[in-house]
């Protein structure tokens, strides 16, 4: 099966700062992967995916590049807002089932 | 225009107590799942249906059980309802077989006293 590793949080921050969280995952055959937000009292939402080598997933200022030689999905953010306070998944996916396998998540917190 | 609603939003019961939760989806997908998440915001899949039908039911206590009237909704019954069952519900759902891509409803959080 799948598996994911996800770097601890809390992430804190002040504005403006760059922003990394590691990613990395073990996956059978070929995954497409994904991140997704959780705000504060919220479900998640599909922050950005990427679905074949060396492809960049990008929204909301977000990016990741999908990695295949070194099995990484890294979100990057050049510079972080408040509003951006929020807990992270990364999600391979693939195999039949469509389910996709969410890491632990890691906490940001910005700072004004 | 919520795409995937779920009630109640909270959910305050006492131990051995039966509850249900509702799901539904105004996206036309065929595929709806149900999450459990714990206080560490660790992400649990419970069961997957598609079209009505159960093609995923992961080690879940039998005190649990879905049901699809129809494929816009999901239901979660949860019979003798126990302390360690505290946590935040997630519903979601994806378009037709072979898209990863979920769409989450805003959660339940039950609390089990």
């Known amino acids: 099966g799948n598996s994911v590793t996800q770097m601890e949080g809390p992430v804190t921050l002040s504005e403006e700062a760059f922003l990394t969280i590691n990613c990395t995952y073990t996956a059978t055959g070929y995954p497409s992967l994904f991140w997704y937000v959780q705000y504060p009292g919220e479900g998640l939402q599909l922050l950005l995916k990427a679905t074949k080598a060396d492809d960049k997933g990008s929204n909301k200022g977000f990016e990741a590049t999908y990695r295949k030689e070194t099995t990484s999905f890294h979100l990057e953010k050049g510079s972080v807002q408040v509003s951006d306070s929020a807990v992270y998944f990364c999600?391979?996916?693939?195999?039949?089932?469509?389910?996709?396998?969410f890491g632990r998540g890691t906490s940001l917190i910005v700072h004004p | 225009d919520t795409a995937v609603s779920q009630t109640p939003k909270y959910l305050v019961t006492q131990m051995g107590n039966d509850k249900s939760i509702k799901c539904e989806q105004n996206?036309?997908?065929?595929?709806m799942y149900w999450y459990k998440q714990d206080s560490k915001k660790f992400l649990k899949i419970m069961f997957s249906?598609?079209?009505?039908?159960?093609?995923i039911n992961e080690t879940v206590p039998n005190r649990f059980s879905p049901k699809s009237p129809d494929k816009a909704h999901l239901n979660l019954h949860i019979n003798s309802l126990e302390l360690g069952d505290s946590a935040v519900y997630f519903c979601a759902s994806s378009p037709a077989a072979g898209s990863y891509e979920q769409y989450f409803g805003p959660g339940t959080r039950l609390t089990v006293t």
């Open positions: 999600a391979p996916s693939s195999g039949g089932s469509y389910i996709p396998t």
């Open positions: 996206l036309g997908h065929d595929t």
């Open positions: 249906y598609n079209n009505k039908e159960l093609i």
